[in-house]
Protein backbone atom coordinates (compact mmCIF):
# COMPACT_ATOMS: atom_id res chain seq x y z
CA UNK A 1 0.00 0.00 0.00
CA UNK A 2 1.67 3.40 -0.63
CA UNK A 3 -1.43 5.82 0.18
CA UNK A 4 1.21 9.02 -1.09
CA UNK A 5 1.18 7.48 -4.94
CA UNK A 6 -2.58 8.58 -6.38
CA UNK A 7 -1.74 6.90 -9.68
CA UNK A 8 0.49 4.55 -10.77
CA UNK A 9 0.99 2.92 -14.54
CA UNK A 10 3.08 -0.59 -14.63
CA UNK A 11 4.71 -1.46 -17.82
CA UNK A 12 1.57 -0.20 -20.29
CA UNK A 13 1.75 -0.92 -24.04
CA UNK A 14 -1.36 0.66 -26.11
CA UNK A 15 -1.39 1.68 -29.51
CA UNK A 16 -4.00 2.21 -32.35
CA UNK A 17 -4.41 -1.53 -34.23
CA UNK A 18 -1.31 -2.83 -35.24
CA UNK A 19 0.87 0.30 -34.61
CA UNK A 20 1.89 0.26 -31.28
CA UNK A 21 2.55 3.60 -29.50
CA UNK A 22 3.05 2.91 -25.90
CA UNK A 23 6.66 0.54 -25.12
CA UNK A 24 6.19 -0.26 -21.08
CA UNK A 25 5.21 3.39 -19.59
CA UNK A 26 6.18 3.35 -15.51
CA UNK A 27 4.75 6.32 -14.21
CA UNK A 28 3.50 7.50 -10.68
CA UNK A 29 2.08 10.45 -9.76
CA UNK A 30 2.38 11.77 -6.06
CA UNK A 31 -0.93 12.59 -4.13
CA UNK A 32 -1.39 16.73 -3.85
CA UNK A 33 1.96 17.03 -6.30
CA UNK A 34 2.18 17.82 -10.08
CA UNK A 35 3.66 15.59 -11.82
CA UNK A 36 4.81 16.38 -15.22
CA UNK A 37 5.11 14.61 -18.44
CA UNK A 38 7.20 16.23 -21.20
CA UNK A 39 8.42 14.63 -24.80
CA UNK A 40 8.46 15.95 -28.49
CA UNK A 41 5.94 15.61 -30.93
CA UNK A 42 4.38 12.35 -31.14
CA UNK A 43 6.51 9.99 -28.59
CA UNK A 44 3.04 9.06 -27.41
CA UNK A 45 2.16 11.23 -24.38
CA UNK A 46 -1.66 12.27 -25.14
CA UNK A 47 -2.57 7.94 -25.89
CA UNK A 48 -0.51 7.76 -22.72
CA UNK A 49 -3.21 9.86 -20.75
CA UNK A 50 -5.76 8.73 -23.48
CA UNK A 51 -4.63 5.03 -22.33
CA UNK A 52 -5.17 5.99 -18.27
CA UNK A 53 -9.06 7.34 -18.92
CA UNK A 54 -10.03 4.00 -20.99
CA UNK A 55 -10.21 5.93 -24.42
CA UNK A 56 -7.14 3.74 -25.68
CA UNK A 57 -7.24 0.07 -24.26
CA UNK A 58 -4.45 -1.66 -22.72
CA UNK A 59 -4.00 -5.10 -20.77
CA UNK A 60 -1.44 -3.71 -18.27
CA UNK A 61 -1.92 -2.17 -14.72
CA UNK A 62 -3.18 1.11 -14.11
CA UNK A 63 -3.75 1.66 -10.24
CA UNK A 64 -5.49 4.33 -9.37
CA UNK A 65 -5.60 4.70 -5.43
CA UNK A 66 -4.44 1.01 -5.33
CA UNK A 67 -7.12 -0.22 -7.58
CA UNK A 68 -6.85 -1.57 -11.00
CA UNK A 69 -9.00 0.64 -13.34
CA UNK A 70 -8.18 -0.55 -16.46
CA UNK A 71 -10.68 -2.99 -17.19
CA UNK A 72 -13.21 -0.03 -16.30
CA UNK A 73 -14.87 2.61 -18.46
CA UNK A 74 -14.05 5.94 -18.73
CA UNK A 75 -17.12 7.28 -17.28
CA UNK A 76 -16.43 4.96 -14.37
CA UNK A 77 -12.79 5.93 -14.25
CA UNK A 78 -13.92 9.82 -14.19
CA UNK A 79 -16.68 8.97 -11.61
CA UNK A 80 -13.78 7.39 -9.11
CA UNK A 81 -12.18 10.86 -9.23
CA UNK A 82 -10.06 11.70 -12.15
CA UNK A 83 -11.04 15.03 -14.27
CA UNK A 84 -9.16 14.80 -17.60
CA UNK A 85 -8.59 17.83 -19.91
CA UNK A 86 -7.90 16.81 -23.65
CA UNK A 87 -5.48 18.30 -26.04
CA UNK A 88 -7.37 20.71 -27.92
CA UNK A 89 -10.10 20.70 -25.19
CA UNK A 90 -13.08 19.03 -26.99
CA UNK A 91 -15.52 22.23 -26.16
CA UNK A 92 -19.19 21.72 -27.55
CA UNK A 93 -19.27 24.71 -29.03
CA UNK A 94 -23.08 24.63 -29.91
CA UNK A 95 -23.86 24.59 -25.90
CA UNK A 96 -23.03 27.11 -23.41
CA UNK A 97 -20.55 27.63 -21.06
CA UNK A 98 -22.82 27.05 -18.00
CA UNK A 99 -23.87 23.75 -20.16
CA UNK A 100 -20.28 22.68 -20.89
CA UNK A 101 -19.56 22.96 -16.90
CA UNK A 102 -22.68 21.17 -16.20
CA UNK A 103 -20.94 18.05 -18.35
CA UNK A 104 -18.44 17.99 -16.06
CA UNK A 105 -20.78 17.19 -12.97
CA UNK A 106 -22.29 14.30 -14.63
CA UNK A 107 -19.29 12.24 -13.25
CA UNK A 108 -19.32 13.35 -9.61
CA UNK A 109 -18.91 10.66 -7.21
CA UNK A 110 -22.23 11.68 -5.07
CA UNK A 111 -24.53 11.96 -8.47
CA UNK A 112 -25.45 15.19 -7.68
CA UNK A 113 -25.90 16.93 -11.20
CA UNK A 114 -24.82 20.36 -10.63
CA UNK A 115 -21.84 22.31 -9.52
CA UNK A 116 -20.30 24.62 -7.17
CA UNK A 117 -20.84 28.20 -9.39
CA UNK A 118 -19.43 29.83 -6.41
CA UNK A 119 -15.99 28.22 -6.45
CA UNK A 120 -16.43 27.31 -10.43
CA UNK A 121 -16.69 30.90 -11.51
CA UNK A 122 -14.26 32.11 -8.76
CA UNK A 123 -11.82 30.46 -10.30
CA UNK A 124 -12.21 31.62 -14.15
CA UNK A 125 -14.81 35.09 -13.53
CA UNK A 126 -14.56 35.14 -16.99
CA UNK A 127 -17.00 32.25 -16.90
CA UNK A 128 -19.69 33.87 -14.90
CA UNK A 129 -19.44 36.71 -17.31
CA UNK A 130 -19.66 34.52 -20.49
CA UNK A 131 -21.64 31.74 -19.12
CA UNK A 132 -24.86 32.10 -21.54
CA UNK A 133 -22.24 32.42 -24.59
CA UNK A 134 -22.20 29.36 -26.83
CA UNK A 135 -18.72 28.14 -26.09
CA UNK A 136 -17.77 27.98 -29.59
CA UNK A 137 -17.42 31.68 -29.59
CA UNK A 138 -15.33 32.17 -27.09
CA UNK A 139 -11.18 32.42 -27.55
CA UNK A 140 -8.85 30.05 -27.14
CA UNK A 141 -7.71 30.76 -24.07
CA UNK A 142 -11.44 30.93 -22.51
CA UNK A 143 -12.15 27.71 -24.10
CA UNK A 144 -8.74 26.07 -22.46
CA UNK A 145 -10.49 27.76 -18.52
CA UNK A 146 -13.67 26.03 -19.56
CA UNK A 147 -12.27 22.51 -20.35
CA UNK A 148 -10.34 22.80 -16.68
CA UNK A 149 -13.62 24.29 -15.52
CA UNK A 150 -15.53 21.27 -16.66
CA UNK A 151 -13.04 18.85 -15.85
CA UNK A 152 -13.14 20.48 -12.06
CA UNK A 153 -16.73 20.30 -11.93
CA UNK A 154 -17.00 16.63 -11.18
CA UNK A 155 -14.69 17.31 -8.16
CA UNK A 156 -11.53 14.80 -9.24
CA UNK A 157 -8.74 13.99 -6.45
CA UNK A 158 -6.30 14.01 -9.75
CA UNK A 159 -6.45 16.25 -12.79
CA UNK A 160 -5.18 15.14 -15.93
CA UNK A 161 -4.41 18.38 -18.22
CA UNK A 162 -2.70 17.78 -21.40
CA UNK A 163 -1.02 20.87 -23.01
CA UNK A 164 -2.96 23.57 -21.73
CA UNK A 165 -0.96 26.13 -22.96
CA UNK A 166 -1.40 25.24 -26.23
CA UNK A 167 -1.99 28.00 -28.85
CA UNK A 168 -2.69 30.13 -25.46
CA UNK A 169 -1.57 33.80 -24.95
CA UNK A 170 1.06 34.03 -22.20
CA UNK A 171 -0.99 36.08 -19.96
CA UNK A 172 -4.13 33.08 -20.32
CA UNK A 173 -1.17 30.83 -19.61
CA UNK A 174 0.18 32.34 -16.24
CA UNK A 175 -3.55 32.80 -14.98
CA UNK A 176 -4.26 28.93 -15.86
CA UNK A 177 -1.07 28.62 -13.82
CA UNK A 178 -2.36 30.42 -10.72
CA UNK A 179 -5.41 28.93 -10.41
CA UNK A 180 -3.48 25.71 -10.70
CA UNK A 181 -1.42 26.34 -8.34
CA UNK A 182 -3.92 27.52 -5.82
CA UNK A 183 -5.92 24.14 -6.26
CA UNK A 184 -3.03 22.19 -5.31
CA UNK A 185 -2.41 24.04 -2.13
CA UNK A 186 -6.26 22.53 -1.41
CA UNK A 187 -5.10 19.14 -2.27
CA UNK A 188 -5.54 18.31 -5.72
CA UNK A 189 -3.16 16.07 -7.64
CA UNK A 190 -2.05 16.57 -10.94
CA UNK A 191 -0.69 15.23 -13.76
CA UNK A 192 0.74 17.35 -16.75
CA UNK A 193 1.54 16.94 -19.97
CA UNK A 194 3.40 19.92 -21.46
CA UNK A 195 5.86 21.49 -24.05
CA UNK A 196 6.51 24.85 -22.56
CA UNK A 197 9.50 24.48 -20.18
CA UNK A 198 8.83 28.04 -18.30
CA UNK A 199 4.52 26.87 -17.72
CA UNK A 200 6.03 23.39 -16.94
CA UNK A 201 8.27 25.27 -14.41
CA UNK A 202 5.50 27.04 -12.44
CA UNK A 203 3.66 24.31 -11.44
CA UNK A 204 6.16 20.65 -11.70
CA UNK A 205 6.96 18.90 -8.51
CA UNK A 206 8.38 16.07 -10.76
CA UNK A 207 9.31 15.44 -13.99
CA UNK A 208 8.52 12.60 -16.59
CA UNK A 209 10.96 12.86 -20.23
CA UNK A 210 9.14 10.34 -22.64
CA UNK A 211 10.75 9.02 -26.16
CA UNK A 212 9.15 6.69 -28.32
CA UNK A 213 6.54 5.50 -26.29
CA UNK A 214 9.05 5.09 -23.22
CA UNK A 215 10.28 7.13 -20.27
CA UNK A 216 13.33 8.13 -20.67
CA UNK A 217 14.48 10.01 -17.42
CA UNK A 218 12.58 11.34 -14.68
CA UNK A 219 12.98 13.11 -11.69
CA UNK A 220 12.05 15.77 -8.93
CA UNK A 221 12.54 19.22 -9.87
CA UNK A 222 15.81 19.90 -7.06
CA UNK A 223 17.45 17.45 -9.32
CA UNK A 224 16.27 18.34 -13.08
CA UNK A 225 19.23 19.24 -15.32
CA UNK A 226 17.11 21.69 -17.41
CA UNK A 227 20.15 22.09 -20.01
CA UNK A 228 20.04 18.51 -20.42
CA UNK A 229 16.04 19.05 -20.45
CA UNK A 230 16.39 21.41 -23.11
CA UNK A 231 18.34 19.19 -25.28
CA UNK A 232 15.95 16.20 -24.87
CA UNK A 233 13.05 18.25 -26.19
CA UNK A 234 14.79 19.86 -28.93
CA UNK A 235 14.45 18.25 -32.44
N1 LIG B 1 -6.23 7.76 -33.45
C1 LIG B 1 -5.01 7.39 -33.89
N2 LIG B 1 -4.87 6.37 -34.78
C2 LIG B 1 -3.65 6.00 -35.23
N3 LIG B 1 -2.50 6.58 -34.83
C3 LIG B 1 -2.57 7.59 -33.97
C4 LIG B 1 -3.83 8.06 -33.45
N4 LIG B 1 -3.59 9.08 -32.60
C5 LIG B 1 -2.26 9.24 -32.58
N5 LIG B 1 -1.63 8.36 -33.40
C6 LIG B 1 -0.19 8.23 -33.61
O1 LIG B 1 0.40 7.87 -32.37
C7 LIG B 1 1.67 8.52 -32.22
C8 LIG B 1 1.71 9.26 -30.90
O2 LIG B 1 0.75 10.32 -30.94
P1 LIG B 1 0.35 11.15 -29.66
O3 LIG B 1 -0.74 12.07 -30.07
O4 LIG B 1 0.12 10.25 -28.52
O5 LIG B 1 1.71 11.96 -29.41
P2 LIG B 1 2.00 13.24 -28.52
O6 LIG B 1 3.28 12.98 -27.80
O7 LIG B 1 0.82 13.59 -27.71
O8 LIG B 1 2.26 14.36 -29.63
P3 LIG B 1 1.98 15.96 -29.57
O9 LIG B 1 3.09 16.54 -28.78
O10 LIG B 1 2.04 16.37 -31.01
O11 LIG B 1 0.64 16.18 -28.97
C9 LIG B 1 1.86 9.41 -33.45
O12 LIG B 1 2.68 8.72 -34.37
C10 LIG B 1 0.44 9.55 -33.99
O13 LIG B 1 0.47 9.72 -35.39
MG1 LIG C 1 -0.37 15.23 -27.63
Not at 39 to 63: E, H, Y
Not at 173 to 181: F, H, Q, R
Request: proline letters at 3%; aromatic letters at 6%.
Amino acid sequence: MHPEIILETKNVHAGYGESQILWGMDLKAQRGKVTTIMGRNGVGKTTFLRTIMGLVRTKDAILFNNEEIQKRSTYKRAKKGIGYVPQGREIISKLTVYENILIGAESRKDSVRSFDEDEIYGLFPVLKDFRNRLGGNLSGGQQQQLAIARALAGKPDLLILDEPTEGIQPSITIEIAGVLNKLVEKGLSILLVEQKPDFARRLSDYYYIMDRGKVIRHSEKEKMDFDELKKLLSV
